[in-house]
């Protein structure tokens, strides 16, 4: 990779996060929410650092290629949101008492 590609990156990177930071603190965006996409960007950050990690790992899980290897953290990274959401939408209060409600018509 590239020296400018990788400055391009954490020009985005950077922007990615002073975005985010704020959103929080605007009270827009909790920090609980913002973590996961806190870490995706500093897993980003560190690949991008340090190229020759992802091939490791691929190869260290048996994973033929580099590519694949995204594609999986993207695919893990995509079912892990999608799973706090769904806690964090079985902890709402308001969908309770809508079923109940719903329940008891």
């Known amino acids: 990779m590239s020296i400018r590609i990788k400055c391009v990156i954490i020009a985005v990177l950077i922007l990615g996060l002073l975005k985010i930071l704020g959103l929080i603190k605007k009270n827009k965006l909790e920090l609980k929410y913002a973590l996961s ?3 995706l960007e500093l897993g ?5 650092l340090i190229p020759n990690l992802l091939n490791v790992i691929s190869k260290v899980l048996g994973i033929y290629n580099e590519i694949n ?26 969908i309770r008492k809508m079923v109940q409600t719903w329940i008891n018509v």
């Open 69 to 94: 290897m995204l594609f999986f953290l993207g695919f893990v990274f995509i079912i892990l949101v999608i799973f706090s959401l769904t806690m964090s939408l079985s902890r709402n209060s308001i």
């Open 44 to 48: 980003i950050l560190i690949i991008t």
């Open 37 to 39: 996409w806190l870490f």
